[in-house]
Structures are given as structure tokens and as C-alpha cells.
């Protein structure tokens, strides 16, 4: 409820400005929060998460290709299976 109450909020000081003829960027650029945005503790952390997660993805990419090629080199057919249902997996 209180997310739904700052959107609403947030429309209505956006249509009051709009009506005053002022430029919304002039009027956010008074607010205190307008430039530190990218300078928020959470917003970085959350960039930082971001990319350790690109990171870890990747890593998992590069394992699986791996792990396909050794298993597709050897004929190993009892994990080819396993890669193939794990691959399969929706969760």
C-alpha cells in the first residue's frame, strides 16, 4: 500500500509541475536526491551484486561448455544425460 501511495504521489507533484510551466528537470534538480541517485549506499551495493552475479553466470557458462565437451569427448553417456536433464529443468 505505501509503494501504491508514493506512485500516486509521485504522479501528482508530476502534473502539478506540468500545470506551473516549470521544467520537471529544473524542479528535481532542487530536490535533494536528484544527483545522488548513483550515490546511494544501496544503489551501489546493488551494482556490486549485479555484477558478481554477471560474473558468476559467466563462470557457470563457461563450466557447463566444459563440462559438455568432456562428456560428448569420452562418451560418457550416464552424464551427458544428467547435463541434458539438468539443462531441462525449469526451476
Wanted: glycine residues 4%; without cysteine; proline residues 2%.
Amino acid at each position: 500500500m505505501e509503494q501504491l501511495t508514493k506512485k500516486h504521489t509521485g504522479k501528482i507533484i508530476e502534473q502539478a509541475i506540468k500545470e506551473t510551466g516549470y521544467l520537471m528537470r529544473t524542479v528535481a534538480k532542487e530536490l535533494p536526491y536528484y544527483n545522488n541517485t548513483y550515490k546511494h549506499p544501496y544503489f551501489l551495493q546493488l551494482q556490486l551484486l549485479r555484477g558478481k552475479y554477471v560474473r558468476l553466470m559467466e563462470d557457470y557458462h563457461k563450466l557447463l561448455k566444459i563440462l559438455v565437451v568432456a562428456a560428448n569427448s569420452n562418451q560418457l553417456t550416464a552424464i551427458q544425460k544428467k547435463i541434458m536433464e539438468f539443462l531441462k529443468r525449469k526451476d
